[in-house]
């Protein structure tokens, strides 16, 4: 293996380390990419882009996008495939809150039944207040 092939496997698994390490959050490929340029590895944004649309491909990530004009944001599932993924963004300080919870499926079962319309949940965001903007809004 030759020099610059070494060279891109570290980039891949220091760029997967980050997305372990970070397991359970949504990151950007900006933010991934500014974190490893602070650690010292020379990746352009465009390779960051290829890596992770690889591990999208194998399965090890998930991908995204909420709503237009927003980045993509990527999180670590390693190779388990969830199907019951739901988001909330808040409003206020626009934070996504990524959710695994069973008691949605009803939601998705009604509108199919009684609507005749088949959501999409990995492309539904619900948007409202996280608590903490929550709390602040009644505090003023």
């Known amino acids: 293996m030759n020099k610059q092939s070494n060279y891109k496997t570290e980039q891949k698994e220091r760029l997967l380390g980050y997305m372990k390490e970070n397991a359970g959050r949504h990151v950007t490929a900006a933010e991934i990419h500014d974190r490893l340029k602070e650690d010292g590895i020379k990746i352009g944004l465009t390779t960051v882009y290829r890596h992770l649309d690889k591990m999208v491909g194998q399965g090890k990530l998930a991908r995204y996008v909420i709503g237009e004009g927003s980045a993509a944001c990527y999180e670590y599932t390693g190779h388990v495939r969830r199907e019951t993924c739901y988001h909330c963004k808040c409003l206020s300080c626009g934070k996504l809150i990524h959710m695994h919870c069973d008691e949605v499926i009803g939601l998705v079962e009604h509108v ?3 609507h005749g319309f088949t ?22």
């Open 112 to 114: 199919k039944q009684e």
């Open 119 to 140: 959501l999409d949940m990995a492309h539904t965001v619900f948007y409202g207040l996280c608590s903490e903007c929550e709390r602040r809004k009644h505090e003023e």
